[in-house]
């Protein structure tokens, strides 16, 4: 049962095993015990949907190929100022736990966390796993990620701390998916114009940010005209973005 849920990458469920007066179990149990380990460790830098994948596939290459996908830009409001008079290890704890609510949102939504850029994150849905309502997904996440902001704002008036605020941007189009990088160091990723719209959706906030709101999210005509009635959203303008010739439509969903 123990080797069944690490090949699943259920490490949440495995205990290390036990050691033994027998020699040939005892090593069996060392290199179950390491291999658990390091498993641990992988999965801290890797999405486990793209492990439980990369396992399923027995080691063979991902090839890259173009994939519709949702993506999500995330930035903290004037974070630069937020840090002045920080240290260094209390600027990293705050962004690891910053991170940790926005992780839960993007796991519960089966996404995945591309990377962290300084006090941003990058996301998608639609690859590793092929998702339909990719979009919708994107902005359910993005709906729990401000409701989770807002409980964790009230703790820190609470403790006497500045609330935190939040853009997100979310599009939704074609990007070459796959593992992008030198041999032996690569990354498992997106790229593309989709990607660099989005980015440039999320900068958009600051010229559209709501100031009583913790959390703005911004999509595309390509992310609207996908979700239901139930998500509503108001037109915000047309912008140009570098390297396209049409403006992009973008509108704010409304939380």
């Not at 793209?50 to 999500?72: D, T």
Request: aromatic content about 6%; overall charge negative; some cysteine.
């Amino acid at each position: 049962m123990a080797v069944k849920a690490l090949s699943h990458m259920d490490l949440d469920t495995v205990s290390q095993l036990p050691r033994s007066n027998i020699r040939e179990l005892d090593d069996l149990a060392r290199a179950f015990n390491t291999m658990r380990g390091a498993l641990r460790l992988f999965g801290t830098y890797v999405p486990r949907s793209l492990v439980n994948r990369l396992v399923a596939a027995e080691g063979e290459r991902i090839e890259s190929s173009e994939r519709q996908v949702a993506i999500m830009f995330t930035d903290i409001v004037g974070f630069t100022t937020f840090s002045e008079g920080k240290n260094a290890a209390e600027v990293a704890n705050f962004l690891n736990e910053h991170f940790q609510i926005l992780g839960r949102c993007v796991d519960n939504s089966s996404g995945t966390i591309d990377k962290y850029i300084g006090d941003a994150l990058m996301a998608f849905w639609g690859a590793p796993e092929e998702l339909e309502d990719a979009p919708v997904r994107a902005c359910y996440c993005a709906m729990a990620i401000a409701d989770a902001l807002e409980r964790d704002n009230a703790k820190r008036r609470q403790e006497g701390l500045p609330p935190v605020h939040v853009r997100i941007g979310l599009h939704a189009g074609p990007a070459l998916v796959g593992n992008i990088g030198a041999e032996g160091r690569v990354n498992y990723t997106i790229i593309g114009d989709s990607v660099n719209t989005c980015q440039r959706v999320e900068s958009l906030g600051r010229e559209v940010d709501v100031p009583r709101n913790t959390t703005t999210i911004l999509i595309t005509d390509a992310v609207a005209k996908q979700l239901p009635s139930s998500m509503p959203f108001v037109h915000v303008g047309s912008f140009p973005v570098k390297g396209r010739e049409k403006d992009v439509v973008v509108y704010r969903l409304v939380i």
